[in-house]
């Protein structure tokens, strides 16, 4: 695979593996190909023996947008590329091997699914999250499944249904990340948490893992997902939610906005 074909980076040192989203062009949006060396990049990691810990990263200025919704407009419900993507917050969330999300910048649906299928999440105070979902027409049904066992109950209620945009410092306040530091800070706050990580006992840390996930109801979770994906692709397929995309690609506001003609 030629480099500019390379979408996702992976390197580990000092026993942490380090996956980068590298898509800028598109704001790290969850495109086909990013979609697959992401997988493949998580899956290395669980199985190599040199990483400890894994921290999900990104680069330029936005940690990931979402699905990508050129890929979406004119699909079928059965093609729609978010059948794909609960495979990703299952890697992540059933890891035997802590993840960490590292964002400087912003997160938008599909990517806020994964900051919540993360262990441990750490933004700079510059990152905003957003449910945009409806706002295009479509269900935060996926995300849904990570998301919501982190959420307040009111600010879930809130933030799913109006779509709008808050602070790191309200993700933290709320339970989506576990902390919001200055931009200078970020990179010595996820070496704080994995020094710590590193000294958990691998075999420990993996039935530790296992045992928080089953707690919070996650043993469930492919049967879950499951069913929240079909619900996801139906809308992302229904003319309403086609049209949403379209109206976004356009930079216009749906038709069903009061005051469209």
Known sequence: MTDENQLVRYAVADGIATITLDSPHNRNALSARLRAQLRAAI?????????????L???????????????????SAETQAVNEFPAILEQLAHSPKPVVAKLAGPARAGGVGMV?????????RAATFAFTEVRIGVVPAVISVPVLP????????????????????????????NAAVAPEDLDAEVERYTGMLCRGGPQALAATKELLTERAGGADMGAELAKMTELSA????????????????????????????
């Open 150 to 177: 982190r959420l307040q109950a009111r600010a879930a209620h809130e933030l799913f249904l109006t779509g709008e945009t808050f602070d790191a410092q309200r993700a933290a306040e709320i339970g989506l990340i």
């Open 57 to 75: 990263g990104h680069t330029g200025t936005v940690f990931c947008s979402g699905m990508d919704l050129k890929e979406a407009r004119g699909a």
């Open 43 to 55: 899956a290395a990691a669980q199985d190599d023996a040199a990483a400890r810990v894994i921290v």
């Open 234 to 261: 139906r809308f992302f397929a229904s003319a309403e939610g086609q049209e949403g995309m379209t109206a976004f690609a356009e930079k216009r506001s749906p038709s069903w906005v009061p005051g469209q003609s």
């Open 116 to 124: 919540a299928a993360a262990d441990i999440a750490i933004a700079a």
